[in-house]
């Protein structure tokens, strides 16, 4: 037994050769094996190692080969086996070595060659420049890809304005047929007029009414004339009208003016108003002649509705209504932020003036929708003006208001050369003398049409109107709300009156968005003024003096009675009102009146608590000195409740308070009695939906109620309008027409 075979069996005795030659060692008898000494190692060619046992005595193999004498016990046969097979192992053992280490070669190799293909690598990097080069492409590419998105949205634009105006194309190719029909109309109507009038005679007698007519009103109109060259001219004009009358009387001597039974006026035959395309209205002479109108024009009687302002624009509202030549007009706002009063006026007035106005039928008294009526009531002193009850009370007010704001405009463009303001006293007291109030759902005759008021919500006395001619209806919601507030209800909606009428014309402030739930946006409002208070700040609310300035005031009654609330300007007369007409609690407790005699005093001393005042969107009243004392205060905050015009300083202060730094210093410019003023911005700065205009679902569910043959959206802005009528096209099946075009019963 070999000694390294009896150490791995030592040392490893879970080697199974060893052990084996072991066990077979301690089989032979004692003194039967020598122990064999160490083999002898040579090395072959092949790096393998052999050994050879030597007996006690005997020669190893000589260099001619003879071989050692071998024992032929099975023992030692077996003993030589495992010998034999442990070489051939270790054999197997080296050569695996040998791959392992042509292995090892390798993998240095393949190293080395990856150290290389590195360093190349590093090498092959772009530099900075060719970096930059390649971000400079990538954008570049971005930029071409974006352009091409562009362009494919213009074009589509460009396909989508072809097919609007394709639309457009079709519409004016209508119109003109209708126009081309009502030729005909008239053609065929002047011929049957030939026809009555038979020859020459005829129609000279014809002729002889008309100027019997005028000779009689100009010898009115002359009564009235001082002696000037206006007089003379109309003196001329008197003596050249005899003078033809005396030439037919010559040409047709005897002849006498016979006018058909049947050729009567329809309407008001005793005013000196001139033709209109509804028909020829005449004058009895003062003098008690034989003139008489001798004919008229056929009258439509079918509901015509234009709208004359506040369109596709959120101000200067107003909606002309005809019918059987009666004329009424659906409110008659200035349009809010206007640069001077001669830019206030309804986009479209002027059509009012084309003819007659029976009536002016306010909704609500916003100056939106009411601020010109005093101006048209100057113009058309015959109309009347028709409202709730409550909103003839409130008018007189915003009228007053509205003076002095146009007061102030003229005074600060008085050098650049702007008009007057649009109206002053006398105009306010006569638009007063014209108010009619009519209650809620009591019918009302104006000539042709019938009238009907219902609650719209919105503020305190707001209308919707339903105009009948015939079984034709239109409706008109005005302003319009149909969720319920502290200071008045929600839209009351009468579904026999107003339900499946032939035209719908309704507000569209925000049609482009939904409302968060009102209840928490109160919420999150009184939240953050406790937060103010707590911090011992003070707040100014600059709201609308009618309808949000008493909705905050309830508010803070209600849910922070113990605040200190002041009520200033504008807001400040019209809760009289409220609480009048209404029989609201506003005032009282800790919500005070500021006396115009301690507002200097109030703006230094109260420093703590809420300001409400106007106006809403701090482009005048008493909201600017107010804001010039609060808005420096880090303390201190604005919140903002209501809708801000674009050019507003309260949509500029917005704008401040969504910039990317807040902590940035900013400043906001406020038109003061002293001119434009720069002022610092540290307060806290919010914004709350408060909103009296019903948003895209409340609109939708009071269209999808009253479910009209058309639907015509104003009172919003153009783009807006757009995606919604397209929404009530595609997912209400809701016919809608435009607003920029006349809407005809008849169409």
């Known amino acids: 037994m070999s000694r390294p075979l009896i150490a791995r069996a ?112 590093r090498a092959g990097l772009p530099s900075r420049q060719q970096r930059q080069r390649l971000e400079n492409a990538t954008q570049l590419a971005a930029d071409l890809r974006k352009a091409r998105k562009q362009s494919k949205d213009l074009r589509e634009d460009h396909a989508a304005l072809e097919r609007a105006h394709a639309a457009q194309v079709r519409e004016l190719q209508a119109a003109l047929a209708d126009a081309q029909s009502e030729r005909d109309r008239a053609t065929d109507a002047r011929h049957r007029l030939e026809s009555r009038l038979g020859d020459l005679p005829g129609r000279a007698h014809y002729l002889q009414n008309l100027l019997r007519g005028r000779i009689s009103r100009l010898e009115t109109d002359l009564q009235d004339l001082p002696r000037n060259q206006a007089r003379s001219r109309l003196e001329r004009e008197i003596a050249q009208l005899r003078e033809l009358s005396q030439h037919i009387d010559k040409v047709l001597p005897g002849a006498a003016v016979n006018v058909d039974d049947d050729s009567q006026a329809v309407s008001d035959a005793t005013t000196a108003t001139p033709s209109t395309a509804d028909g020829v209205t005449g004058v009895q002479p003062t003098d008690g002649s034989a003139y008489r109108p001798v004919a008229y024009a056929s009258v439509d009687r079918g509901l015509r509705v234009e709208v004359l302002g506040g369109g596709d624009e959120i101000g200067g509202s107003s909606v002309l209504v005809e019918a059987g030549g009666t004329r009424i007009l659906i409110d008659a706002g200035v349009r809010p932020n206007a640069d001077s009063p001669r830019l206030a006026a309804p986009q479209h007035i002027a059509r009012v003036h084309e003819g007659r106005l029976d009536a002016i039928v306010v909704t609500h008294g916003h100056n939106d929708h009411a601020g010109f009526v005093p101006k048209v009531i100057a113009d058309q002193p015959r109309a009347v003006t028709i409202c709730t009850p409550a909103t003839a009370a409130l008018m007189p007010e915003m009228w007053a208001d509205a003076k002095r704001v146009m007061e102030q405009q003229a005074n600060d463009m008085a050098e650049y050369g702007w008009l007057a303001p649009l109206y002053g006293e006398p105009e306010i007291e006569d638009a007063e003398k014209s108010l009619r109030p009519l209650n809620y759902g009591r019918a009302h005759n104006i000539g042709g049409l019938t009238i009907q008021l219902f609650d719209a919500g919105h503020i305190l006395g707001a209308a919707g109107v339903v105009v009948k001619a ?278």
């Not at 003194?31 to 005997?58: I, R």
């Not at 442990?86 to 050569?95: D, F, G, I, K, T």
């Not at 208070?533 to 008493?550: E, M, N, S, T």
Request: charged letters at 25%.
């Open 10 to 121: 030592l040392l490893d005795p879970n080697d199974a050769t060893a052990a084996t030659a072991a066990k077979l060692f301690d089989r032979l008898p004692v003194g039967s094996v020598s122990v064999l000494p160490q083999p002898s190692l040579e090395a072959t060619d092949a790096g393998a190692v052999t050994g050879a046992w030597c007996e006690p005595g005997a020669a190893a193999t000589d260099d001619l080969g003879e071989a050692p004498r071998q024992s032929k016990d099975p023992d030692s046969r077996e003993l030589r086996r495992l010998i034999g097979a442990s070489n051939a192992e270790l054999a197997r053992a080296q050569a695996e070595l040998s791959r392992a280490q042509a292995e090892i070669e390798a993998l240095r190799a393949t190293s080395v060659r990856l150290k290389q293909e590195r360093d190349q690598a």
């Open 470 to 747: 015939g079984d034709q209806r239109a409706v008109i919601t005005g302003d319009i709300y149909n969720l319920p507030q502290l200071s008045v209800g929600a839209a009351q909606l009468p579904p026999k009156l107003a339900r499946e009428a032939d035209l719908l014309v309704i507000e569209s402030t925000y049609c482009h968005s939904r409302h968060r739930d009102r209840s928490g946006q109160i919420q999150d409002f009184v939240r953050a003024i406790e937060e103010v208070i707590d911090g011992g700040g003070r707040i100014l609310v600059p709201a609308f003096g009618l309808g949000r300035a008493q909705e905050v005031a309830l508010m803070m009654r209600q849910h922070l009675p113990d605040v200190p609330v002041l009520v200033d300007g504008l807001a400040r007369s019209i809760s009289d009102i409220y609480e009048r007409e209404a029989h609201l609690d506003i005032f009282g407790g800790n919500v005070q009146r500021v006396d115009n005699r301690q507002r200097s005093r109030l703006m230094h001393t109260f420093h703590t608590g809420v300001v409400i005042t106007t106006s809403g969107m701090l482009s005048g009243g008493f909201a600017v000195p107010w804001a010039q004392a609060i808005l420096p205060d880090p303390h201190s905050a604005l919140f903002v409740c209501g809708y801000q015009d674009e050019e507003s300083a309260g949509r500029a202060l917005q704008r401040l308070a969504d910039r990317d730094d807040p902590a940035a210093p900013a400043t906001l410019l406020l038109h003061t009695k002293a001119g434009p003023t720069t002022v610092p911005v540290a307060a806290r700065v919010e914004t709350y939906s408060l909103s009296a205009h019903a948003d895209r679902d409340g609109l939708t569910e009071i269209i999808d109620e009253l479910a009209p043959a058309h639907t015509m959206l104003v009172h919003g802005l153009g783009r807006e309008q757009k995606k919604f009528r397209e929404t009530l096209a595609r997912a209400h099946g809701r016919q809608t027409v435009r607003n920029d075009l006349p809407w005809s019963g008849q169409a």
